[in-house]
């Protein structure tokens, strides 16, 4: 064999050897198909979100209306034909001489509610009336102001006297409202009150809290 002859087999075994180990190296085979055919990343589709459904068979509760109205200026006629417990008041005339029991009532507001609106004024007039027509105190409007331990300001059985000022004036046209039955008791079938500043255990229903008075039946 010449040397050229042996010098081309050689050369051919040799590139025959170099593409053998090419073929049979994992790291480089990886390299070629991962840069070549690496798969694309698959696209999910995201559902659209669904709101939560708004139950609108339950609608809010309308607030709690108050139970006894608390402004003297009522818009609605009461069975005496007045537009408001002021005008009701107003349209009082004092009489000359006043009888007993208008006496003893105008006297208990005076000295239990004066300074109060309207309405607590009335609500403790109501207080007396419901007293003395329930059979469980006194018979008549007198015998219930009177009546040991229930007002304090009561001296000896005896209603102190009462100079002829503005709130007493008030206080017995208060007075003539409550027994002309000319306006709407804010507090109906009250048979107690007391002042808010305190607390007394009392186990019945409260039915108004009107000024500086809660009112019981």
């Keep these: 064999m010449s040397f050229l002859q042996r010098a081309a087999t050689f050369a051919a075994m040799t590139l025959g050897m170099v593409t053998m180990i090419g073929a049979s190296t994992p790291g480089f085979a990886y390299q070629r198909n991962h840069g070549v055919n690496a798969a694309e990343p698959a696209i999910v589709p995201v559902p ?10 339950s609608p809010a509760l309308p607030a709690a209306e108050p139970a006894v109205a608390q402004s003297d ?3 609605v006629q009461d069975d005496g034909g007045y537009e408001s417990l002021s005008a009701a008041v107003a349209d009082q005339d004092t009489p000359a001489d006043l009888n007993q029991d208008l006496t ?5 507001i005076y000295f239990e509610s004066k300074g109060e609106p309207l309405s607590g004024q009335l609500a403790v007039a ?3 009336i419901n ?6 105190f006194g ?19 005896q209603i102190p ?3 002829n000022n503005r709130d007493y004036r008030t206080a017995v046209a208060v007075a003539q409202v409550a027994m002309g039955d000319d306006w709407e008791s804010p507090a109906p079938d009250a048979l107690y009150f ?9 186990r019945m229903q409260k039915v108004a809290a009107i000024g500086n008075h809660v009112f019981y039946r």
């Design 48 to 57: 659209a979100q669904i709101p939560a459904e708004t139950d609108t068979l």
């Design 161 to 163: 006297a009462v100079a």
């Design 131 to 136: 007293r003395a027509k329930s059979g469980r």
């Design 104 to 108: 003893c009532l105008a006297g208990a």
């Design 73 to 75: 200026q009522d818009v």
């Design 194 to 202: 007391h002042a808010r500043r305190v607390s007394p255990s009392w």
């Design 139 to 157: 018979s008549s409007i007198c015998g219930v102001v009177k009546q040991r331990g229930q007002f304090s300001f009561v001296r000896g059985g």
């Design 126 to 128: 109501e207080v007396i």
